[in-house]
């Protein structure tokens, strides 16, 4: 079984959704923000604000790596699918990767005044450009995309398993664009 990473803008469910799909699917959960919290020994904040987003993304790479063809359910950052090298990790056969897809006003609603995310404390301007530069890598880097948008989470949780039913049934792996 290759590994189920969650891909997604901030605030679109991928620890929520991640932790319960593990636990249905009887598999282990992990989430790749807290692992480099645990390697560096800093909240992602104080990442940031010592070394930056560079060196937070090179550490996020070496943890996505370590992750393939493993038997999990992955969180990914937000932002990894910035890295090319991610990306092409992420769309691999190592991986299955699901898009959690949502719009900029449920981002909003979600995560409006969250201070721990270092990139979404800016104006709306700047984070709607953010969410906006963000989306053709997401739909770039993954095989299946669901919208998450007022979806209740085992609903989505039931969707998520039967695509991955069907990619180990049949070995389809790139959801058809016109389901897209």
């Known amino acids: 079984m290759t590994t189920i990473a969650l891909i997604g803008f901030m605030g679109s469910g991928k620890t929520t959704i991640g932790q319960r ?30 070394f930056g987003e560079q060196y937070f993304r090179s550490v996020e790479s070496e943890i996505l790596k370590s992750l393939s ?33 949502l719009t900029f006003d449920t981002v909003m609603k979600r995560i409006a005044n969250d201070e721990s ?9 700047k984070r709607m450009s953010l969410f906006n530069s963000r989306q053709a890598l997401y739909d770039d880097s993954s095989h299946f995309s669901v919208n998450v948008d007022g979806q209740p989470v085992e609903e989505l949780i039931e969707e998520i398993k039967r695509y991955i039913y069907s990619y180990t049934m049949f070995g389809t792996k790139r959801q058809s664009d016109e389901n897209r």
């Open 69 to 101: 063809k493993k038997k999990c359910v992955v969180a990914t950052g937000g932002g990894i699918i910035k890295l090319d090298t991610n990306r092409q990790m992420l769309r691999s056969d190592d991986f299955l990767t699901v898009w959690l897809d």
């Open 21 to 50: 799909l593990a636990r249905s699917m009887e598999i282990p959960f992990v989430d790749t923000d807290d692992e480099i919290v645990n390697r560096v020994g800093m909240s992602v904040p104080e990442i940031f604000d010592h």
């Open 117 to 125: 995310r270092p990139l979404w404390n800016q104006d709306v301007e």
